[in-house]
Structure formats: structure tokens, C-alpha cells
């Protein structure tokens, strides 16, 4: 456990003072408690533009700007949704059947 503590307090020791004071509290505190080891990237982009350079690019999480997460995500709700579609249909013919064989019993 200490070492990886050891690793987080040197992740914010890698940021610039300056830096480290206009990101929001909340980010802060996570980089502080080894939530995240990275800045996001739109946290970033909302930094003063000379502040912005400062920032090691090690530690900028660039995620979110890269457009394959999004396909893949856009492909896995996609999925997602056909196997429900697909669940449901399989059993709307179940009981459409089970109805058919009780409705053929209840007439004889």
C-alpha cells in the first residue's frame, strides 16, 4: 500500500503550484487521495492558456478526446439494446404461443 501511495503524492508533486491552484477542489483532493493519477482533459482546457503548458503531458488524461472510446461505446449501446430487443421478442413468442395452446384447450 505504500508504495502506491508513494506514487499518487508524486503524481501531484509533478504539478506546477500554480497549476495545482486554479483546478476545482474536487479534482484536487481526488489527485491528493489517488482517485485519479491524471487531469482530465476538459478540466485542462478550462485552465488559462499559459497554465495549460505548465501541465506535463503525462499527466493529462486524453480519454475522453479520443474518438474510438466513443464508437466503441456507441457500438456497445447498440448491442446492448439488441440483445434486449432480442429478449423480448423471444419471449413475446413464448407466451404467444402459450397463450395460442391455453385459448386451443379452452375452446375444446
Request: overall charge negative; hydrophobic content about 55%.
Amino acid at each position: 500500500m505504500l508504495p502506491l501511495l508513494v506514487r499518487f503524492q508524486s503524481v501531484v508533486d509533478k504539478i506546477p503550484e500554480e497549476v495545482l491552484e486554479k483546478l476545482p477542489d474536487d479534482i484536487r483532493q481526488q489527485l491528493e487521495d489517488g482517485v485519479i493519477d491524471k487531469i482530465p482533459q476538459d478540466i485542462v482546457d478550462k485552465l488559462p492558456e499559459n497554465l495549460r503548458d505548465s501541465v506535463p503531458t503525462g499527466l493529462i488524461d486524453a480519454a475522453s478526446a479520443n474518438p474510438l472510446f466513443a464508437v466503441i461505446g456507441v457500438l456497445a449501446l447498440i448491442g446492448f439494446g439488441y440483445g434486449i430487443v432480442k429478449s423480448a421478442m423471444k419471449a413475446i413468442v413464448f407466451f404467444a404461443v402459450l397463450a395460442a395452446i391455453a385459448w386451443f384447450f379452452f375452446l375444446k
